[in-house]
Antibody
Framework: QVQLVQSGAEVKKPGSSVKVSCRTA????????ITWVRQAPGQGLEWLGG????????NYAQKFQGRVTITTDESTATAFMELSNLKSEDTALYYC???????????????????WGQGTLVTVSS | DIVMTQSPDSLAVSLGERATINCKSS????????????LAWYQQKPGQPPKLLIY???TRQPGVPDRFSGGGSGTDFTLTISSLQAEDVAVYFC?????????FGQGTRLEIK
């Protein structure tokens, strides 16, 4: 049973960066993708981006282009999401999830998400 | 971007009764290539991450009780809980994975009447 284990809560100043990790416990990336979703307090789900490690090139939501970087380390089956130039409105729970893919996948193929990590709270405050 | 709109925003149903949540996409998520709808449903309980219930619009994730079912095609979809149990109290989200950016509905809060 694959589990995703995320790094701990972070408190950051406006203008700084945060890097959250997501380790795949009990498995490897395989041919699945890894994706990042955030949830502001009391709000819905917002997709930041994702990557299919066997292809390597991440895809990002336009809203976060230039501020978010998603990378992977296949040797440790760990994914990372770095968000720069933080603002107070970036305060949210950040989730990683395995992205399951259709058989005919390409580097641009999106998928459905299972399982999810436990979430990492990022608080941006001066 | 494909906009996903759920209705209602909140819903109160008696135990044992049927609950139906609707999800409408601003454009079709039915693929011409494989005739599949690129639509998933998630359940989120307080203090927990979302949990996958259904993908391909109607395929139940292993381990999900069979009282949960998905339906619809193209732009209009439903999640139905045939007989509501107390443990089904949660927020439910639909998601399209037809194209990037991946987008979610705003969520529907399900409560016990």
């Amino acid at each position: 049973q694959v589990q995703l284990v995320q790094s701990g809560a972070e408190v950051k100043k406006p203008g700084s960066s945060v890097k959250v990790s997501c380790r795949t416990a009990g498995g490897t990336f395989g041919s699945d993708g890894i994706t990042w979703v955030r949830q502001a307090p009391g709000q819905g789900l917002e997709w930041l981006g994702g990557v299919i490690p066997i292809f390597g090139t991440p895809n990002y939501a336009q809203k976060f282009q230039g501020r978010v970087t998603i990378t992977t380390d296949e040797s440790t089956a760990t994914a990372f999401m770095e968000l720069s130039n933080l603002k107070s409105e970036d305060t949210a729970l950040y989730y990683c999830a395995r992205m399951l893919l259709p058989p005919s996948m390409t580097p641009l193929t999106p998928g459905w998400f299972h399982p999810w990590g436990q979430g990492t709270l990022v608080t941006v405050s001066s | 971007d494909i906009v996903m709109t759920q209705s209602p925003d909140s819903l109160a149903v008696s135990l044992g009764e049927r609950a139906t949540i609707n999800c409408k996409s601003s454009q079709s998520v039915l693929s011409d290539l494989d005739n599949k709808d690129y639509l998933a449903w998630y359940q989120q309980k307080p203090g927990q991450p979302p949990k996958l219930l259904i993908y391909w619009a109607f395929t139940r994730q292993p381990g999900v009780p069979d009282r949960f079912s998905g339906g619809g095609s193209g732009t209009d979809f439903t999640l139905t809980i045939s007989s509501l149990q107390a443990e089904d109290v949660a927020v439910y989200f639909c998601q399209q994975y037809y194209t990037i950016p991946i987008t979610f509905g705003q969520g529907t809060r399900l409560e016990i009447k």
